[in-house]
Structure formats: structure tokens, C-alpha cells
């Protein structure tokens, strides 16, 4: 509050002083002018090169707002907050909004590029050797460093040159005895091993003629081949093989009247449709009320449990007269400092029914991870051992910020241990770290490692083969989109939107809880 | 007597925190390098497994491994420095859109990263095209990815403890002529030192252990961070097999952050604050 008395004097009273130019100011400036063009330098010619002016402009208005943030004395808080929030944007905001508005689209596996490129896909897809066309000798030339095909006309000995833009009669060639071209002026034939290494180039290049393409088949013949699909602009539908598909927009499909569609499709706005799936699509919204009550308790268990054993010790530790804490803080941060992926994989081995070491150890034959209940103890005890050092540290820094004379006060004052506890110690703990726990809890919905590594959302019942006994919504949604069968981007989008949607509101209940406790908007 | 108590309970958690590690140190120094013959306690002693794993053809540990300390140290010490100037911001400093900022924060975290890992595949396909240098299988390009998350929980921690440092400190400073950035690096960042050290151990041990996006990013060998690695390492038909040599790399990734633990341990010491305001 006394800044702002203070700025905001200093702006209405008297002119604002001159101040002296320190060397310290002069260099920063300069060195911030340096950066600003280093980057600019590296970052516009690619973009020039693919006239990607979108890009550039924003380039260049984002260069501007920050040389001139950073060369003015004014927008303090800006100086400090835009160059993480510039990285938030790139990478994380732009991303997110991207997900959301691909939740509207039915792209994933089958509707991947546009409706040009579906109906490139559909016409290349279909081409088959044209009946009666010849087989020609192929020998692959260069002509200015391009690859040419030669062609040879199986009965006529007539060569052509074959290139992306069509067909040429080539004059003056010299034929070997396998039909295939030795010499030709203007062009360099390549030896096998030459061709060998173009093989990939090869195999793409396709010579365009009337009603169809000639390709290479393998390195030394060229076919020509017919669409046996073709797009008709004028009805907007493609024919062949005695059908005819017409283009629904609505789904980004090519349609025949019998309903059935051809596999390659295209992006379209497919609406609120995948939404709806996801209420009303059976295999989804059948187990969806479990899986997220579940959800639920496996994120709030892992904060409270974590919390409760983190802050135990910690206090324990909190001791002047405590001896050897040192050894005891390296020792309870080590499943911190483990990498958790693995002792995530080093925990579901211990879980091992047949030679796991929990049923070793205790002499039990359990199936941990095949038991309804023992698999989400077993998550749950995992996700405490992994979690609990975290708020180990964080409490442990906190209570370090809490200056001891309030605790001594209380004490003087005669108020029992547990009193103070609850009276002072807690609720400060509690400013500095609740939106910690939050975003703990934020974290825990989504725990994807968690889950994927240890139980992989097991045990399956046999009622519901998709969704598992532990299956967290994340879980679940990956392997929705990424699991076997086709990919379904625009599909898992959605699902991410209803997770977002579903944790941002149980957040911003409990963080109007807490914040009566706190001024943390002060 | 208290005190034996505190021993007491403490100890209990240790014994916790300790045996899935003693059963990994077991498993790696078991000669048969073999899940099925690893127990808790070892059943023999070789150092066989860490042999394998540095003579390996198919797994560079050595390189994945200065990868992964190159990307974690970098990317947690710029993401801490940008999260710390937004910390500084938000806690000493009036301005519009500050409380909007916050919540913005907080929501804009609950969205994970990776739940957009379709579309920043997407963007980085671009990028590669464009700046092959900034793109995938680089190390510059997952730090840029990283740091996209770096304003996230290290803000709000900082805010927390940031706010709990008098504001008294910085305006007697300022009221003696030091400008917002002395103020900052001469009176805030020395006070903050404890929670800063934590903070970097976090963000160092969340960094290394990092993987969904990593094993989308880093799919050339040589560029692997030693989780996408490690993880290939033990993936179907190597489960049983390379566990001895899986376990023997689970600790030697666990070095990196011991020791950046161990050398931060001082700065963690209590009191700074106090003193600072009885001064």
C-alpha cells in the first residue's frame, strides 16, 4: 500500500527527478538491445524464406514492445513479468487454446489434412495399372541435376523423358540390349548403385499423363497407372469402381448413398459432436461417474496423506535440540531424489505377485495389482512414498520462514505445544502452502505416471474391458486417443477440455475456502 | 524423552523411505542382473550390471546422462530466475491486472502441459521446419519447452514466501534511493536464498525425471534424456533381463540430485528473515 502513496506522489507532486545515467543503466540497456537484435537476426530470415508473414508481424510487434518496455523507465511490474509470461504464451496458453479449439474438429487418424489433400490421397491411393498399358524400360537420368526418368516403349524402342511436368520425346538415345537406355545427349544415365541410393526419390516422383501417372516399380520399370477414383468439382463428389461418394462437410467425409464413406477423409468443425460422444457414446459414459469419483479420491487421499506425513516430519524435525537432523533430511528426500519414473516401474515390480518383494518380504501370496481394492491401495501407497518428501521440503521451508518468537511467545504466554500448533504454527504453514496443496491436487487429477506405470489403469473388470479399476480420466483418455485403434485427436481434445473443466472448478471452490485464511490478493 | 519420541517416529519413516532404494541397490549390484533373482537384501555383490551399462552398444547411458544434468540444471535455474522476477512483481507491487494475473496463473497451471502435447507436436513440427536448431531431438528445444512452464507453482511458492519477508525491509531501502532492481537483488534475492534452494532441488529433480514429453521430443539416440533412455532400456522383452543394469542406471541418475541436495543443504538454515527484521 505505501509504494503506491509513494509512486503515486512522486507522478502528481513534482516532476519527475533526472536521473543520473549509471554505467549499470547504460549496459543493461545496451546488452538488452543486444539481445533483441541477435534474435530478431536469427529468427526473420526463415520466416522471410517462407513468407510466413503472420509470423513476422508478430515477431517484429513483439521485438518492439519489449525493446521499448525494457528502454523506459515506466512499467516496472511489466519489466519483471513478461519474459516468463512470453515463454507461458509460446508454450503453454497457445497450446492449451490449440487443444481446445481442435476439440471442435474431428481431426485424428483419417481427417488429418484438408479436403485437397484427402482427395489427393483418395485419387493416388487408387491407381492401378491401366489395362493394355505397356511397361516400360525405365532407366533413371539427370538432366541439371534433376531426376529424369527415360522411358522406354517396350514395342516402339521409342524414349521419353519423363518429369514431373509430363512427358518429352528424347532424340538420339543409345539402347542397350536389356531395353534399357546407356546414353542419351543432354541427360546422365546412373549406374544401378547411383539409382539404388535415389530409390526413395525414385519411388515419389510421378510422371503425369493423359487419365493417369507413370511410376517407377522397383528401379529399372515404370507402369502407367489410372485413378480408379476421380473428383468431380462440379458435384463436389468423386467417381469410380461404379459408385458415386458425395462430400459431406459435416463429417469430412466422402459419402455414397448407401452411408458408406472411403477411408481418407478431412478436417472439418465437427461442432459439439464430440462432446456428445462423450455423454452419450455408451463404452464412454457408462463407467464415467466411477472412474471420476475415483479420480476424485485418489487426488485428494495423495494431498492428504502426502501432506500429513511431510508435515509430521517436519515438525519432528523442528527442534532446537533435535540432534542428527541433517542425516535424517538426506535420508527422507531420497525417494525425491530417485527418478520417479523408474521407481514407479521398481514399485509395480515389487507389487509382483509371484516374485515381487512385498509378498516375499511379508510371506503373502496377494495380487496386488489384480485386486480391486489392493490395486488402488497400492497406487495410493506408491504415490505416497513418492510425494510425501516434496511436502517434506516445502514445509520445511516454510516453517523456516516463520520466525520463531511467535511460537516462543505463545509458549511464554503459557499456551500448550498443540494449542500453539493449531493456533499459530498451522495457519502460517497453511498461508505459504495452500495453493501449493491446490496445485498439488491439480497435479494428482492428472497423474498420469502414476497410474500408466504401475497399474496401467488395471485391473479390468469383465464388464467393462476399457475401463479400469484405477483408470484415472487422463489415463483413460490417452489411451482412448492413443491406444490401439486410430488415433483421435480432436476426440482426446475434448476429454482434456472436460478435465480442465472439471479441475478448475473443484479448485476454484477450495481456493474461496482458503481464502479467508489469507490475504493472498493483498 | 519427547526428543526419543521424535527419534522414534522419524526413524519409522526413514525405514519407509528407505527399502524400495535398498532393493534397487540390491538389484544392482546382484550379479545375475535379473529381476527375478533381486531381492531386498543383496545376494551377492558384483558391480557386473554397472559394467554392462557403460560397455552397451545399443544404450549411450554417458550421453544421455550429461544431457539430461545439461537440460535439468539450465532449465530449472532460468525457470526459477523467471518465475522469481514475477514472484517479485506480484508480491511487492500494485498494478492492473495483478489479481488477474494470479488466478490466471493458478488456472492456466491446472491445464498440464502434456494435455496439449497433440498441438505442441504440431507447433515444434513447424519449428523444426523452421529453426532445425530450436526443434525436435535438440536440447534447446525441450528447454524452451520447459521453461513454457517455468511461471506456473514456482510463482505462487515464491509469492508465498515472498510475502512473508517485512515489506519494511525493501521500503527503507527504497526511501535510502535504491532502485527496483537493487531492491531486488540486493535485499529480496539474498533473503529468499533458503526458499530459493529448495525450489531449485525441485525443479532440478522435476526436470530429470521429466518423460512424456521428452519421448516425444527426443527420439534420436544420441539426444535421449536418461529417463526417455532408461525407460527403452526395460521395455518389453528387457524387463527381466536389463533389471540389474535398469537399477544400476536408477543410481546413478539419482547422483545428480543427491549431490545438488547436499550442496544446497546450507543454504537451507533457518532464520534469515528474523534476523533480518531484529536488524
Known sequence: ?522 | MKLALRHAYVLLVCAFALFPILFVVSAAINPLGTLASSDLLPNGAGLDNFVKLFGSDIYPFGRWFINSVFIALAASSASLLLSMFAAYAFSRMRFAGRRVGLLALLLIQMFPQFLAIVTIFMIFTRVTELYPAFGFNTTWGILLLYLGGALGVNTWLMKGFLDTIPKELDESATVDGATHAQVFWKIILPLVTPILAVTALLAFIGTMSEFLMANIFLRDPESKTLAVGMYGMIAGDGRNANFGMFAAATLLTAVPTVSVFLWLQKFIVSGLTAGAVKG
Not at chain 1, 212 to 237: F, H, P, Q, T
Request: aromatic share 10%; net charge neutral; hydrophobic share 50%.
Open chain 1, 1 to 522: 500500500m505505501s509504494l503506491d502513496v509513494r509512486e503515486a506522489a512522486e507522478v502528481r507532486s513534482t516532476p519527475r527527478p533526472r536521473r543520473e545515467l549509471t554505467t549499470a543503466f547504460v549496459v543493461s540497456r545496451i546488452a538488452v538491445l543486444a539481445v533483441a537484435a541477435a534474435i530478431l537476426l536469427y529468427a526473420v530470415p526463415p520466416l522471410v524464406a517462407a513468407e510466413s508473414w503472420v509470423s513476422l508481424t508478430l515477431l517484429g510487434l513483439a521485438s518492439a514492445v519489449i525493446g521499448y518496455l525494457y528502454l523506459t523507465r515506466r512499467f516496472v511490474p511489466a519489466k519483471y513479468l513478461v519474459p516468463g509470461t512470453l515463454f507461458l504464451i509460446a508454450f503453454q496458453v497457445f497450446p492449451v487454446l490449440y487443444t481446445v479449439s481442435t476439440s471442435f474438429t474431428n481431426f485424428g487418424d483419417g481427417h488429418r489434412g484438408d479436403k485437397a489433400a484427402a482427395i489427393t490421397a483418395i485419387e493416388t491411393g487408387s491407381v492401378r495399372q491401366a489395362p493394355g498399358s505397356p511397361e516400360y524400360g525405365l532407366s533413371a537420368a539427370l538432366k541439371d541435376d534433376a531426376l529424369v526418368f527415360l522411358l522406354v516403349d517396350p514395342k516402339t524402342k521409342q524414349v521419353q523423358a519423363g518429369t514431373a511436368d509430363g512427358l518429352a520425346p528424347v532424340q538420339g538415345a543409345k539402347l542397350g540390349v536389356t531395353g534399357k537406355v546407356l546414353e542419351a545427349p543432354g541427360y546422365t544415365v546412373l549406374k544401378t548403385q547411383e539409382a539404388a541410393a535415389r530409390a526413395k526419390q525414385i519411388a515419389e516422383l510421378a510422371v503425369p499423363t493423359q487419365g493417369g501417372l507413370i511410376k517407377a516399380n522397383g528401379l529399372s520399370r515404370a507402369v502407367e497407372g489410372r485413378a480408379a477414383l476421380a473428383y468431380d468439382a462440379a458435384c463436389d463428389c468423386v467417381n469410380g469402381n461404379g459408385d458415386t461418394w458425395k462430400a459431406d462437410e459435416s463429417q469430412g467425409y466422402f459419402v455414397n448413398a448407401k452411408g458408406e464413406h472411403l477411408a481418407q477423409g478431412w478436417q472439418v468443425n465437427v461442432g459439439l459432436a464430440n462432446f456428445a460422444r462423450v455423454v452419450t457414446d455408451p463404452t464412454l459414459s457408462a463407467h464415467f461417474l466411477g472412474m471420476f469419483t475415483w479420480n476424485v479420491a485418489f487426488a485428494l487421499l495423495s494431498v492428504l496423506a502426502t501432506f500429513a506425513l511431510g508435515m509430521s516430519v517436519a515438525l519432528a524435525l523442528h527442534h532446537p535440540r533435535m540432534r542428527g537432523t541433517k542425516i535424517y533430511r538426506i535420508v527422507l528426500i531420497l525417494p525425491y531424489a530417485m527418478p520417479a519414473f523408474a521407481m514407479l516401474l521398481v514399485w509395480r515390480d515389487m507389487f509382483n505377485r509371484d516374485f515381487g518383494l512385498i509378498n516375499n518380504l511379508f510371506g503373502l501370496d496377494v495380487d496386488w495389482m489384480g485386486g480391486m481394492v489392493s490395486a488402488k491401495v497400492a497406487v495410493i501407497l506408491v504415490n505416497l512414498w513418492l510425494g510425501f518428501p516434496y511436502m517434506f521440503l516445502v514445509t520445511t521451508g516454510a516453517l523456516q520462514a516463520i520466525p520463531r518468537e511467535l511460537t516462543e511467545a505463545a509458549s511464554i504466554d503459557g499456551a500448550p505445544p498443540s494449542y500453539a500448533f493449531r493456533k499459530v504454527t498451522l495457519p502460517l504453514l497453511l498461508v505459504a502452502l495452500s495453493p501449493l496443496l491446490i496445485s498439488s491436487f491439480a497435479f494428482n487429477f492428472n497423474n498420469y505416471n502414476a497410474i500408466a506405470l504401475t497399474t496401467d489403469g488395471g485391473p479390468f473388470p469383465a464388464d467393462s474391458p476399457t475401463v479400469g479399476g484405477t483408470d484415472l480420466l487422463i489415463s483413460y483418455t490417452v489411451r482412448l486417443a492413443f491406444g490401439t485403434g486410430s488415433a483421435q485427436f480432436g476426440l482426446a481434445a475434448t476429454m482434456s477440455v472436460f478435465i480442465f473443466a472439471i479441475v478448475a472448478t473443484i479448485s476454484a471452490i477450495t481456493f474461496r475456502r482458503t481464502r479467508k485464511q489469507e490475504d493472498v490478493y493483498a
